[in-house]
């Protein structure tokens, strides 16, 4: 009796054995079938120098991103602007800063050197694309530049954000796409109005002017003084007003943002005149998003050119 409860305890424990020796295998593959810990979604604080950057920022990031533009005032003049303690603390806490260079934002690289920070990123657009100090520093009119930062922020977000890779790069085939109807108009009236001369009060449209192939008579001179808030010569006053009174221009593109008493009589003249007027900006409406906003200073040209219609402001 004795020895046969013996036996069966030893048949019992080797049968133990046996099922956990079996289990092993098993266990190991259920392990190595585990999903993998994804790494965890961020949202990552950025700063455009002015909301046309700010908001190619939010369009690839989405809720991803917290940004803020600095220059957005659409009555003010970024050229003259002067930084305040609420920007200092927005770059200081940013991991990315996208900024126009080449002069046009100066005030960003001092606030960038009155925080250093190691995990801050910053996208100098004039730099990347190869412009230098001097060139027209308006670049968010040539329809080359977006698609390339555009590119930028997604390769930099998916760097700091590396869990939503994905859905950055969807987001810049979605911009790219969206920049279609833009690019197709201008090469329209290129192919229409191509050499067609036209007169603007300073270089902001520069870009967009040469991507549409109409001819800018007014005197570089004075467009550079507009734009540095010099008084330009009386020569050059003359000029653009006998381009207005005279007629010799099809079109007159009004910076609505740098202004000056000469900008306003001339602007006066060229609605007495019935010379079609285009007002064109430096930064972004705050109701539209940049691709928007080309494509309506493209149909304020259009107007203008084809039907002899005034765009003053963009509604």
């Known amino acids: 009796m004795h020895r046969s409860s013996s036996t069966s305890r030893r048949r019992h424990h080797r049968l133990a054995r046996s099922v956990w020796l079996a289990a092993l295998p098993v266990a190991s593959l259920l392990a190595t079938m585990q999903p993998a810990v994804a790494a965890p979604s961020v949202v990552v604080n950025a700063v455009g120098s002015t909301n046309v950057y700010s908001d190619v920022i939010q369009q690839i990031g989405g809720t991803h991103v917290s940004v803020v533009g ?73 329809p080359a530049t977006m698609p390339k930062v555009a590119a930028f922020i997604a390769a930099e977000l998916s760097r700091q954000d590396p869990a939503d890779k994905r859905l950055f790069e969807r987001n810049l085939r979605s911009f790219d796409n969206s920049l279609k109807p833009w690019a197709t108009l201008m090469n329209t009236i290129n192919s229409q109005y191509g050499g067609t001369p036209v007169a ?32 330009p010569s009386p020569q050059d006053v003359q000029v653009m007003q006998v381009l207005l009174s005279q007629n010799k221009v099809r079109c007159f593109f009004y910076n609505q943002q740098v202004v000056a008493p000469i900008t306003a009589k001339l602007l006066e003249m060229a609605r007495a005149h019935h010379v079609p007027i285009v007002g064109v900006y430096e930064t972004k409406p705050l109701h539209m998003q940049y691709q928007q906003w080309v494509l309506a200073e493209a149909r304020a040209t259009d107007r203008a050119l084809s039907r002899h219609l005034s765009t003053e402001q963009l509604r």
Do not use: C
């Open 200 to 231: 603007i009060t300073e270089p902001v449209f520069g870009y967009a002017l040469a991507a549409m192939g109409l001819d800018a008579l007014t005197p570089p001179s004075f467009a550079q003084a507009i734009q540095q808030s010099n008084d």
């Open 70 to 142: 600095i220059l957005s005032n659409p009555n003010g003049d970024p050229h003259i602007y002067e930084s305040s303690t609420a920007d200092a603390a927005l770059v200081a806490r940013a991991t990315l800063v996208v900024q126009n260079g080449i002069g046009y934002d100066a005030f960003i690289n001092k606030l960038e050197a009155a925080s250093p920070n190691a995990r801050r990123t910053m996208i100098d657009v004039g730099a990347r694309l190869g412009y230098k100090n001097g060139d027209n520093p308006h670049l968010w009119y040539n």
